[in-house]
């Protein structure tokens, strides 16, 4: 066994051992075939096995209600800042969409869609550096928006939504790439959830898209077949050659999230991580969260040390800690540790113990 090394790396990021084990040990010889999954055709009835897998754990987990459907889709999370203006937008014969801004993502993301249709910026936190959650609510949204859309978790800056909004009648998009699966959802009070893999379900590349089934069929007429979300539906996401590897690996994810107990049971082991982490900060005059209180999240923690020597020996004696990748973008500067699903508490709770002496020592 290698040292253990806990990387906080905000995406791509760390894996479950026991999922990259089991790739590792099955990698030359896919189930006694001779040949690799990397190498097997993707319609074959083996990698069909796979794929049915992966949704049926994903519909279980999820507790997915039937007229929602798993599409797999290329390109990564920001392809479907695009993919979901394409799709969603014709929904209406107004093309109109409400977003509201709460980091970079989620600027990204109108940004794109304004080359679309019409986007209305309902709310912001960009005047506080995104440090919180402005209020998006059903009185915000005009009736002849085609859907609503919000960013569940803001991965620079250390925010998360506790609450979805309520957008009545508007269908809700939802970009959940970091925080997927981390905690109860109910899937059923919302119309789309995206997710790129990298940080809590597996590889980069590729997303994951679970839609209503009735919000399917409305693309714009000029969407690329390959970015229609009825193009995915209709061929159970194998249209083309998609990433076989990415969703086999995504499986065993969401097989490992089984035998943790499922969403309920890691909710409450991201609950204790982030708290570990939280009280350092809150205990102490050397560090300071970026994000309000009352918007924190439980993926990725984001603090301040006093000045730029301070951050930068921290970041350099955590790393000779085997407390790896713990910079902050440069956006918020500081630290930040992203705990996803994979990360476990023992690693918060060393570098929580870690922060403590440093501040001890160097505060
Ligand atoms: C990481 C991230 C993205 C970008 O993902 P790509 O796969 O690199 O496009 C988008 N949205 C959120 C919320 C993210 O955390």
Excluded at 63 to 82: C, E, R, S, V, W
Excluded at 122 to 135: C, F, G, K, L
Excluded at 301 to 316: G, H, Y
């Amino acid at each position: 066994m290698t040292k253990q090394v806990y990387n906080f790396g905000a995406g791509p990021a760390m894996l479950p051992v026991p999922v990259m084990q089991q790739i590792q040990e099955e990698f030359l010889d896919f189930q006694g075939m001779g040949i690799s999954l990397i190498e097997l055709s993707h319609r074959s009835k083996e990698f069909e096995a796979v794929i049915n897998n992966c949704d049926d754990l994903i519909r279980e987990l999820a507790n997915l209600p039937d007229n929602y459907k798993i599409l797999y889709t290329h390109g990564g999370a920001q392809m479907q800042f695009a993919g979901v203006p394409l799709n969603l937008l014709g929904l209406k014969p107004a093309h109109k969409a409400v977003y509201s801004e709460t980091g970079n993502f989620s600027k990204l993301s109108n940004k794109e869609a304004a080359r679309y249709g019409e986007i209305i910026i309902a709310s912001t936190s960009a005047e506080t550096n995104y440090d919180r959650i402005p209020a998006l609510t059903a009185d915000m949204i005009p009736d002849d928006a085609s859907y609503a859309y919000i960013t569940s978790n803001n991965t620079i800056y250390g925010t998360r939504y506790h609450e979805f909004p309520d957008t009545g009648a508007t269908p809700l998009a939802i970009d959940a790439t970091s925080d997927i699966f981390s905690r109860v959802i109910d899937f059923s009070k919302i119309g789309l959830m995206f997710a790129g893999m990298q940080k809590n379900l597996g590889p980069a590349g590729t997303a994951v898209v679970i839609v209503r089934e009735d919000l399917i069929g409305h693309a714009l007429e000029r969407t690329p077949s390959l970015m229609d979300y009825a193009t995915y539906e209709k061929s159970h996401s194998l249209s083309n050659t998609n990433n076989t590897f990415a969703i086999y690996t995504m499986s065993l994810v969401m097989q490992w999230l089984k035998d943790q107990g499922g969403i309920a049971a890691i909710e409450k082991v991201n609950e204790a991580k982030a708290a570990t982490l939280y009280d350092v900060i809150d205990n102490s005059d050397f560090y300071t969260g970026t994000a309000h209180p009352d918007h924190r999240s439980i993926m990725n923690v984001t603090f301040t040390l006093p000045d730029d020597d301070s951050t930068s020996a921290f970041l350099k004696q955590a790393g000779d800690n085997d407390l790896y990748a713990l910079k902050g973008h440069r956006n918020v500067g500081g630290v930040r540790a992203s705990i996803y699903n994979a990360m476990p508490l023992a690693g918060c709770e060393k570098l929580a113990e870690f922060m403590q002496e440093f501040a001890r020592t160097q505060g």
